[in-house]
């Protein structure tokens, strides 16, 4: 039996300007995961998802399918036509379309297990998984950046720049550890609608979006700095800055303003939302003193959920 896993993941700055070339900075959150393991079977390949309630042989699978597409991947890249006899199931404790990179966690881990099962383990690098995400990314959400697939394969915070022919990772310096509440409002937004939304925007007042699109990238360039010399204060302002410049593309709500203006009142030092926007996660910056009382007006403000993840010392 052999188990593989992969983290969920926020994005601390430049989300939806980084589809169109400006650099953005994200981050795993490693206690919520996507898990798959691939036992030996009789006969077939069966992919059973317990949390989607969904059993399926992949012969009969919809090509579309995120898990028969890693699949088809897989296949394509090791060369093996007939894939042995297996059960892959698979399981997250990454909520779905929450702006957590759920769909992108699933596809790495079930990529890693498969690629072991099959005895190649020298596929087994976060170039190659990272790769392979996003090909299958690619069908559920159009156009992605590769910002999910990459922070997701490699597990360490990364500034991201979209670009040919090879997109710009770059793991950096955390001086100061970032401690970061991450509340869900619980309603539930699709990657794919919002980005196209966006596009649309964009397409009819490319002027005014390319200017928004610009100021988000430079706020991601000067985090970095602020990261990398840890200057804590001025991260949080330049999430407030990042959550405005969200709120002019239209892709804020109103619960994700609810709870960004809740936890900035309790006294985090910057709160923004996180992922596409329109529903899913936010996220907000506190110190150890602050931590409850932030919770707790995240709680009383309509969070379903309040999680605590620390980007602390890149391992890179
Ligand atoms: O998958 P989400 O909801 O975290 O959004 C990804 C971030 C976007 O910038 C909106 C899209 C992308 O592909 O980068």
Known sequence: MIHASAPGKIILFGEHAVVY?????????????ATATVTPAETGVRLIA??????QWLHEAD????????????????GIEQLPPMTITVTSQIPVASGLGSGAAITAATARAVVEFLGRTDLLTPAWVSALTYEVEKIHHGTPSGIDNTVVAYEMPVYFMRQQPHNRIEPF????????????????????????????????????????????GQIAET?????????????????????????????????????????VSAG???????????????????????ETAVRQALLTNGAQTVLTTIIAHNAV
């Open 173 to 216: 310096a955390v001086a100061h550890p970032l401690r970061l509440l991450v509340a869900d409002t619980g309603v539930r937004s699709h990657t794919r609608d919002v980005v196209l939304d966006v596009r649309r925007q964009w397409e009819a007042e490319s002027a005014r979006f390319e200017a928004i699109f610009t100021g988000c």
């Open 21 to 33: 070339g400006r650099p953005a900075i994200a981050a795993p959150v490693s206690q919520v995961r």
């Open 268 to 290: 985090a030092l910057g709160a923004k939302l996180s992922g596409a926007g329109r529903g899913g996660n936010m996220i907000a910056l506190v110190t150890e003193d602050m």
């Open 63 to 78: 090509p579309n399918d995120a898990l028969a597409a890693a699949l088809h991947h897989i296949r394509a890249a090791t």
């Open 50 to 55: 317990p949390d989607l309630n969904t059993a």
């Open 223 to 263: 985090a970095r700095r602020a990261i990398e010399q840890g200057h804590i204060a001025e991260v949080g302002r330049l999430m407030q800055e990042n959550h405005d410049l969200l709120v002019e593309m239209t892709v804020s709500s109103v619960e994700l303003d609810a709870l960004v203006q809740a936890a």
